[in-house]
């Protein structure tokens, strides 16, 4: 059984909804951590580990032996962890799915998975971005400097790989042609496609979009059914010229690199869109002491 590792820059990024509609291949099944597992983003340490077992290794053997001794450990590291990923269940699949909102770690990924699939999902960072702010995980220039962050490593995996070796996925793409991208991917992986239920498509549930939260402002816990309004597309229709200032500056030159038209802002108003995302940053900490005060007299509430 192999691994899908689903990867995106940065959380809101829709890797929930994605490997939520993979599952429903019959030969694909959730792995072990049915959550974020941070396993691709953690690999640093594991070459931490690799390079003092070198350091052990000077004087006990030729180096060219020690050079494929070491690669051979980093494959077998990576086996134990897709070991650890596969459910336990006695069912025949040929995949399992697992899922991590980072990029961090993903140049090691050739060294230590060479044998594992690998889809890397990008969304519009200006969707991305809002949606984290509406979902209280970030101010908006915060927001920003993740997504350049992510789509930078993301950036020099692509340049630096075999283009068959990953499939790069827009999330635009699965929300717009849903089934044809999937077809793309059931493909990558090699999978038969009469077996997708892709009649039923429009009952695939959406995971903690920022567009559904709970009394207290908080994410939906639970997936939940789509509406009319679900409209995960526009959620930086809304943006003036500030927001896509501060956006173009930032991550400009990523999002063209990843095939994303900018809304050209030719007004500067630096000071005073200097202020304004100061601004920002006191509103999302309100946003947040809010929250945790809603939280605390509630559960104190129940308490009584």
């Not at 903690?208 to 994410?219: A, F, H, I, N, W």
């Not at 005073?272 to 559960?299: A, E, H, R, S």
Request: hydrophobic fraction near 40%.
């Amino acid at each position: 059984m192999k691994t899908v590792f689903l990867i995106s820059p940065t959380q809101r990024s829709g890797t929930n909804y994605f490997r939520n509609l993979l599952v429903r291949h019959p030969d694909i099944l959730v792995a072990n951590l049915d959550q974020e597992d941070f396993l691709i983003a953690n690999l640093s340490h594991l070459e931490i580990f690799v390079k003092y077992l070198d350091k052990s290794w000077v004087h006990a053997w030729h180096p060219n032996r020690r050079e494929k001794l070491l690669a051979q450990a980093k494959v077998s590291l990576g086996i134990g962890l897709t070991h650890y990923l596969r459910p336990n269940t006695s069912e025949k699949k040929l995949y399992t799915v697992t899922k991590t909102p980072s990029s961090k770690g993903l140049l090691y990924f050739d060294e230590y998975f060479p044998d594992q699939k690998l889809i890397i999902l990008v969304r519009d960072g200006r969707a991305t971005v809002e949606s984290g702010v509406q979902s209280n995980f970030w101010y908006y220039e915060m927001g920003c400097h993740r997504w350049k962050k992510g789509t930078s490593t993301i950036l020099q995996y692509l340049e630096k790989s075999d283009p068959g070796r990953f499939l790069l996925v827009k999330y635009e793409d699965l929300v717009k042609y849903t089934a044809q991208t999937l077809k793309t991917v059931l493909t990558y992986l090699e999978l038969d496609l009469t077996l997708y239920p892709f009649e039923s498509l429009g009952k695939v549930k959406v995971a903690v979009s920022s567009q559904y939260k709970d009394e207290l402002g908080r994410l939906a816990s639970k997936p939940v059914a789509r509406n009319r309004n679900f409209n995960p597309l526009a959620r930086a229709l809304f943006w003036d010229w500030k927001r896509h200032l501060l956006f173009n500056r930032i991550c400009g030159q990523n999002a063209q690199k990843l095939g994303y038209s900018l809304e050209r802002q030719d007004r500067k108003g630096f000071i005073y869109t200097f202020v304004f995302f100061k601004i920002d940053i006191g509103i999302f900490l309100c946003k947040k002491l809010k929250q945790k005060v809603l939280i605390y007299l509630q559960n104190r509430q129940k308490a009584k």
